[in-house]
């Protein structure tokens, strides 16, 4: 017994395979004595499961910090001596529907006081006779976004006409156009 017990201490312990057997044994007991402090394990929790509820980095009270705040309404700012959001939503909606017969330069050239730079450019190709409406059958409605930033909702004989307005300077200009169908 004391032979082992030598070789034990003396050969086996400083060699590589008993340094190693050693670790092993101390990480096993760490782990062991881990388990039985932590108690029974629930096999539901882990990685794969979801939280039950969305996880928050902000506090609940804080305020919104988001580019559009929904508390209050934007009042647009028109410059004195022009017009405002809903009678330049108006007068391009005129436009736009132009009348029967109209040529196209004639029908751009009544579009181009009304539009910004960028719409009038990316309507250069359009033709009037294309146009889907030929009535308004409504009252503009405003959704203001900002000062300088309006949407407008037209309702037309088979659909709706949507322009947002622009207005950097206070001065109002239709920036974009977008039709849809009713259905």
Do not use: C, Y
Not at 48 to 66: E, K, Y
Not at 125 to 139: F, L, Q, R, Y
Not at 155 to 167: F, I, K, S, V
């Amino acid at each position: 017994m004391r032979r082992a017990i030598e070789f034990l201490f003396r050969r086996l312990l400083r060699s590589r395979l008993g340094v190693a057997l050693g670790m092993a044994v101390l990480v096993l007991g760490v782990v062991g004595a881990a388990r039985l402090v932590a108690g029974p394990s629930d096999p539901a929790a882990g990685l794969s499961n979801r939280p039950a509820d969305p996880i928050t980095t902000v506090h609940p009270t804080t305020g919104d910090d988001g580019a559009i705040s929904t508390t209050t309404t934007p009042s647009p700012i028109t410059r004195p001596g022009q017009p405002t959001p809903d009678l330049v939503a108006e007068r391009f909606t005129a436009a736009w529907l132009g009348r029967p017969g109209q040529a196209a330069e004639d029908w751009h050239d009544a579009l181009r006081p009304l539009s910004t730079t960028g719409l009038t450019e990316k309507l250069s190709g359009a033709d009037p006779a294309e146009v889907p409406a030929s009535a308004v059958t409504g009252d503009v409605t405003l959704r203001p976004r900002g000062e300088t930033f309006v949407e407008a909702t037209i309702p037309l004989d088979g659909g709706q006409l949507r322009l947002e307005l622009l207005a950097p300077d206070g001065r109002w200009l239709v920036d974009a156009v977008d039709w849809s169908r009713d259905e």
